[in-house]
Nanobody, 122 residues
Framework: QVQLVESGGGLVQAGGSLRLSCVAS??????YGWFRQAPGTEREFLGG????????IYADSVKGRFTISRDDAKKTMYLDMDSLKPEDTADYFC?????????????????WGQGTRVTVSS
């Protein structure tokens, strides 16, 4: 069972940057994703990557502003967020799917972190 722990959330001014981290309990070769959920909204896929194939995808809503990377040795995936906007305010989650298959669908992920809150002030 893979455990995921996010960190790096906080308060940032609009236009600023933030880096989120997601540490996995073990090195696993499936598919990892980043999601966010603002109050009263559904969980939104932001992007994903895998540990082996160096395949990374992004949602159109964040493409060009958010960057996903990973450090296999540290079992850590990162989400670098630039040019943040107040509408980026949300709880951010990383998730893992055992199969190394690209998916943007929440229900396809087997494991979830507890989330880290990002607040962007105007």
């Amino acid at each position: 069972q893979v455990q995921l722990v996010e960190s790096g959330g906080g308060l940032v001014q609009a236009g600023g940057s933030l880096r989120l981290s997601c540490v996995a309990s073990e090195r696993s070769f499936g598919w990892y994703g980043w999601f966010r959920q603002a109050p009263g909204t559904e969980r939104e896929f932001l992007g994903g990557t895998n540990w082996m194939g160096a395949s990374t995808i992004y949602a159109d809503s964040v493409k060009g502003r958010f960057t996903i990377s990973r450090d296999d040795a540290k079992k850590t995936m990162y989400l670098d967020m630039d040019s943040l906007k107040p509408e980026d305010t949300a709880d951010y989650f990383c998730a893992y799917r055992s199969e190394n298959v690209v998916t943007t669908t929440t229900k396809d992920y087997n494991y979830w972190g507890q989330g880290t809150r990002v607040t962007v002030s105007s």
